[in-house]
């Protein structure tokens, strides 16, 4: 029997995907689940005995949420990638390292195919097919649902059919959760209009009063919360999430364009990503210098469109991330936050890197660096080209 690793998840379509591949094409089943920081134990616990009960050969839990971080997470928070200026590539990050995860474990065990559950409507299917063509292009790519273009009936109709006992009611909403953020899918993502309901938010509203915390940064990275410091970062985002999910923060709903060129709308909850992102921001704006921030601007919101799009193992983003992270090394200081219902307040940050120091003087009050002459003569050099264009053509105003 040939090898076959599926991308496992539990759900109807992975469980038909399991099925179908061991009663239908013959395969020798391989599940294997990728965390990426969205499950608890007791989760997976349950995921791995359905798994078992479909007549699968193996299971396997492949824990990668610190590989996710260093090889991603920590990129998105030294360029402050927020796809569309909202959306912190929550379910789009993680797919890439799902996928790289999975070719990695395919070629461990031998695997002559892999396999996964996406449907032929969205991202994730380009997603996973240009990882496994790339890391395992002489592997199989099996896509049972997007090949047999199956509808939800029909998939629930073949598994009642061999004895399947699941829950078959469709959830109102769908989500999909990881340590950079939860997604929220629902008939009224489907329109252009609608906002989701208070009832859709998988972290309900508990805080009310006012919070404020302080983030430490080092080198870009998050190191400290309150006065805590944290060795591993993913430590310090899950305090973060913490404290900041149950007022509600990091909701909103992003538009974009698909890979496939169509429109779509996800709402998502994201307390920690939005806070550190944004804190992140506000210590590089005081301590990088202008065109430090124009052009790492400039590389990070490519380097996010191109992670988005599936291109992850592109050369060029292993270039940007060299980039990105040689514009972090003053990047280092403390951010005081303001928590309440619904939003944040970024109060200011300390840093012995911040270019706002006294010793040079106060904006808009004294300078201690130049002289008023001295400005008086830049200023007519710096306007001059501006000034002989005006003089020039000023027959044809």
């Not at 006065?227 to 992003?254: C, K, S, W």
């Not at 779509?264 to 806070?275: Q, S």
């Not at 808009?364 to 008086?376: A, F, I, Q």
Request: charged residues 20%; proline residues 3%.
């Amino acid at each position: 029997m040939k090898k076959v690793v599926l991308a496992y998840s539990g759900g109807l379509d992975t469980t038909f995907c399991a099925l179908h591949l061991t009663k239908d094409l013959g395969y020798e089943v391989h599940a294997a689940i990728v965390n990426t920081g969205g499950f608890s134990s007791e989760e997976l616990k349950t995921i791995e005995e359905r798994a078992k009960t479909l007549g699968v050969a193996s299971f396997t839990i492949l824990d990668v949420v610190d590989y996710y971080y260093e090889s991603v997470i920590k990129y998105l928070v030294f360029g402050n990638v927020l796809k569309n200026a909202t959306y912190p590539l929550s379910v789009s990050a993680e797919r890439i390292v799902q996928a790289k995860s999975l070719a990695d474990y395919a070629k461990s065990i031998g695997a002559k195919a892999v396999a996964h559950g996406s449907t032929g409507a969205g991202n994730d299917q380009v997603r996973f097919d240009m990882i496994f063509q790339t890391i395992v292009p002489d592997i199989e790519i099996i896509t049972p649902i997007r090949d047999l273009k199956l509808s939800r009936q029909e998939e629930i109709e073949y598994l009642k059919k061999h004895g399947v006992s699941m829950n078959f009611e469709k959830a109102a909403y769908s989500i999909n959760k990881g340590i950079w953020g939860t997604s929220v899918g629902g008939k009224e993502t489907l329109t252009s209009s609608e906002y989701l309901p208070e009832e859709a938010w998988p972290t309900q509203v508990s805080d009310h009063e006012p919070k404020e915390i302080k983030l430490t940064f080092v080198q870009g990275e998050l190191k400290g919360v309150n006065e805590v410091t944290y060795e591993n970062p993913v430590d310090a985002i899950l305090r973060v999430q913490e404290l900041a999910a149950p007022f509600g923060i990091g909701r909103d709903i992003h538009v974009g364009d698909t890979i496939i060129g169509i429109k779509g709308r996800v709402g998502f909850e994201a307390a920690a990503p939005i806070i550190i992102i944004k804190a992140h921001q506000l210590l590089e704006k005081h301590t990088l210098t202008k065109w430090q921030m124009f052009w790492k601007n400039q590389q990070a919101e490519f380097y996010g469109n191109h992670l988005h799009e599936g291109h992850y193992l592109d050369p060029v983003m292993r270039n940007l991330e060299a980039f990105l992270a040689s514009t972090q090394e003053f990047v280092s200081g403390d951010v005081r936050v303001m928590l309440q219902p619904y939003r944040f307040t970024l109060l200011g940050i300390h840093s012995e890197h911040d270019l706002m120091s006294s010793k040079f003087g106060s904006y808009g009050e004294m300078n201690k660096g130049y002289t008023g002459e001295d400005v008086k003569g830049f200023t007519r050099i710096l306007g001059n080209q501006t000034a002989i264009f005006h003089k020039v053509n000023s027959g044809n105003d």
